[in-house]
């Protein structure tokens, strides 16, 4: 194609996916590559308003440096304002524990989207073109994916947009020609350490030995994906709705009704990929539907754990083990729940409230400071009723506790004896007799 053709290609593609205006202020990220200065190139042509950013990843030592001073250049030459910023990527990606590539991926767009408010840019563009987005459907594969990561590279995430998806890797060299316009070379591309890499310098390849129109046919193919996703997508929201329950607080999945979908398997992966966790962890998941309550999954920040006839879906992030103290002259407390205390005289046989969350105590059998905490394994005590102990995980089993509502429950301790799991039952050892004189009575507001 030549450069009008190419320039127009790419201005349809905006006005088909990209909801720009000729108005909005668009953060172009510019290393210097082909990519990056034909897309600063034909935006500008096309009158948007441009700011070059660029990142020094720290990576390539003076060939860093060298793509710095030229993305530097090619702002003023194109008469755009610039901004930089320089990563210290191995020592993030160390601490982050994640790939350079991941690291380089989330330092670039977290950077970038930090600009764009504070410069007031509505959009941030990047160089991905149709070549990228082919890697990206092959890399897909390789790994494991729903639908979704089959249709390639989507022109609109969020506040990002890729306006040079219609293009192949030919046409923005093409462009460059025609424009003489210089571009630097990053050496790492020709290196196949690098999943991407590989991809591009060796199975690309390959499949072009077969069918030297590969990356055509491939993109025809991501193009018919796109449409049958639209027709998925809506199916799987309708399950979703017969199938979550979801609260402040956790999101469970109803097994019987899962399992009634015409597709559960595909439905389950749907679900917890939302959550963070992988395609190779759905096997796993799939089978613990009819396995025993207690197997857990985790992902980035969920847990996905099985109890009895559901999935529960939870944030990974554990209450830290503490403990707070009651003492006799409180009144009450607000953390870790909302408690009040009162004294109440026993002398006109005190009516106890018949509320789980009213719980009443002879006051002469109390150890004072009180103490509220978590439960712990081995944990035991004498339900009001009962003359022996039973351990509190039995408990826990006998009254159909999820993990969740394990981790949930708070004790109020007198010594080392509990004497009330909170909302349930007290300890028949401090329990309010007759001859109680004194009774120390708590209101739980949680």
């Known amino acids: 194609m030549d450069k009008e053709k190419i320039v127009k290609t790419v201005k349809s593609y905006i006005s088909e996916n990209i909801p720009l205006s000729g108005t909005d202020k668009i953060l172009v990220g510019l290393s210097g590559g082909a990519d990056s200065v034909s897309l600063l190139d034909i935006l500008l042509q096309l009158g948007y308003d441009c700011i070059a950013c660029h990142c020094n990843f720290q990576l390539r030592g003076n060939e860093a440096v060298r793509d710095r001073n030229f993305a530097y250049e090619m702002a003023q030459k194109l008469g755009v304002a610039f901004y930089e910023t320089v990563f210290d990527t191995n020592k993030y990606a160390a601490e982050k524990k994640v790939s ?5 991926r989330e330092l670039r767009y977290e950077w970038f989207e930090k600009l764009r408010c504070e410069l007031e840019a509505r959009w941030i563009a990047v160089a991905h073109h149709r070549d990228d987005s082919v890697e990206t459907m092959l890399m897909n594969l390789i790994r494991g994916t729903g639908i979704t990561g089959l249709c390639g590279i ?4 969020g506040r990002v947009i890729r306006p040079l998806l219609s293009l192949s890797r030919k046409d923005i060299e093409d462009y460059l020609a025609f424009r003489q ?17 590989k991809i591009r310098l060796h199975v690309l390849p390959l499949l072009q030995s077969v069918n030297p129109a590969v990356p055509e046919t491939i993109v025809r193919t991501m193009n018919h994906l796109k449409e049958v996703a639209t027709v998925y997508r809506h199916s799987i929201a309708e399950q979703k709705n017969k199938v979550l329950i979801k609260t402040e607080e956790e999101t469970y999945i109803k097994i019987e009704e899962l399992l009634q979908q015409p597709s559960p398997k595909a439905l389950l992966f749907e679900m917890v990929r939302e959550y963070g966790f992988l395609s190779s962890q759905v096997d796993d998941i799939w089978e613990s539907l009819e396995a ?4 857990e999954f ?33 009144s009450g407390i607000n953390v870790p729940v909302v408690l009040k205390f009162a004294f109440v005289s026993n ?7 018949r509320d789980r969350n009213i719980a009443c105590f002879d006051a002469a059998k109390l150890k004072f400071p009180l103490i509220v905490r978590h439960w712990k394994k081995g944990d035991r005590f004498t339900p009001f009723g009962m ?17 969740i509502d394990k981790e949930k429950a708070w004790l109020l301790c007198s010594g080392d004896e509990i004497i009330w799991l909170m909302g349930e039952r007290i300890s028949e050892k401090v329990r309010v007799k ?5 009774i120390f009575q708590i209101i739980c507001e949680k």
């Open 387 to 403: 003359k022996g102990s039973k351990k509190l995980s039995d408990y826990f089993n006998d009254h159909k506790y999820s993990s």
């Open 292 to 295: 025993h309550s207690g197997k």
């Open 434 to 438: 007759c001859e109680t004189k004194l």
């Open 181 to 197: 316009l210089p571009y630097v070379v990053d050496s790492t591309n020709r290196e196949d350490n690098y999943t991407r890499n």
């Open 298 to 330: 985790l992902s980035t920040d969920y847990r996905l754990i099985k109890d009895r006839n559901r999935m529960i879906l939870t944030s990974k992030k554990k209450e830290a083990d503490v403990s707070f103290e009651i003492t006799e002259n409180m």
């Open 154 to 157: 989507q022109p609109v995430y």
């Open 347 to 353: 002398e006109e046989h005190y009516e106890i409230p």
């Open 100 to 104: 350079i590539e991941m690291a380089c």
